[in-house]
């Protein structure tokens, strides 16, 4: 399959959300999300950014919307932990604790309005290019964005959603058919409780228990919520089989919206389940399915060949595993050399190595785009280049390139 216009589009368009682990404090960089607009988050607790500003994204008053075609500095109110990106609304966790939006608010994805509070559609409160309070919440460690939602781990082990109710997403029983459509403000997901890391893509969510299993919620048409249907899950459920989990992911798989999602176990093993599109589910056939003809996997599927591995970041239609010696795996569509190993275009149905990638100590994934940071504090980029974006940053590159950001 060959890389085409509409691909390219609804790259812009439908961004998929970089859910590998908050990463560790290295030299240059905390934390990556990427899509339409890329977020990264220093080590001295800065946000650079850079991509499509059409709605805000980059946080810039007097910008004209348009593409930043070079890292500018996110003024935000305190030092940031991590960054996150929904489909064009951007989020950062801050040192204190606390969590700030900025960008479009259609589905009350910022997070302003009262706790607990609901909205419908034309009464939500306005967009905000410069960043915002997501109302009430303290004490959070890790936070996630789908589409049009975003959920936040606290650290008494409670999640907080607020955005669309849109297949679930919110994951409070409520769905979208019964009025109102939107959680305006974060409310506490039911039934979560013990939970240690979270993830999100598009309209689906996971979170990972104290006890190593696994559950979700949100949209479910490609079975990527892993519990043997195709049922959305309006409140969370337990995925299948599924435990002894250590890390967990969740992405997008096509220009379609096909969702997909994946774990790790502690022996070091990946599971991967949910729309087999791209070759997501890296185990040698681009539309990989026990469930013929959809090309899905309702349960987790063991990734053939895979071991040792520490971490896993799931993208637009690829996939990264992180081992403990520090290299990468990556395996899913490569139209813009998005896997790494020096060409572009097809598919890598099984896990490859990524060239010269060693001593790497967290990896991200959005759009079609991949990014490495490396014990050494450097920050590498591959694969499609930002829209607008001059140098390295425009380009569509096949091979890992260091990043210098200012």
Known sequence: MKPTTLTLVATLLLTSIAVAQPAPNVAQTRSVATGAFTLVAKADGTVVGWGRDTDGQSAQPTSPRGNIGTPVVIDLPGKALQVAMGELTSYALLEDGTVVAWGPNDSGQLGNGPSGASGELGRYPKPSITPVRVTGLTDIIQIAAGSKHAIALRQDGTVWAWGTRDEGAIGDGQPKTLRPVMAIGPTQVPGLQGITQIAAARFHNLALRTDGKVMAWGLNRDGQLGNGSR?????????????????IAAGVASVAGNSFSGAVRDDGSVWMWGSGTSGVMGNGTQNPSPDDPGGRNLLPLQVQG?????????????????????????WGFDGYGQIGVGTSGGYHPKPVPVRGMTNVSSVYLGGMRS???????????????????QGILGKNLSVPTLLQLP
Do not use: C, I, K, Q
Request: proline letters at 2%; charged letters at 15%; a neutral charge.
């Open 231 to 247: 049922d959305n899950g309006w409140t969370p459920v337990e995925v299948t089989g599924l435990d002894r989990v250590v890390a």
């Open 306 to 330: 895979l071991t040792n591995v520490r971490s896993l970041s799931l993208g637009f239609g690829h996939a990264a595993a992180l081992l403990r010696d520090g290299t990468l795996r990556m």
């Open 371 to 389: 990014f490495a940071a490396r014990t050494d504090g450097s920050l590498w980029l591959w694969g499609f280049g930002s829209s607008g974006g």
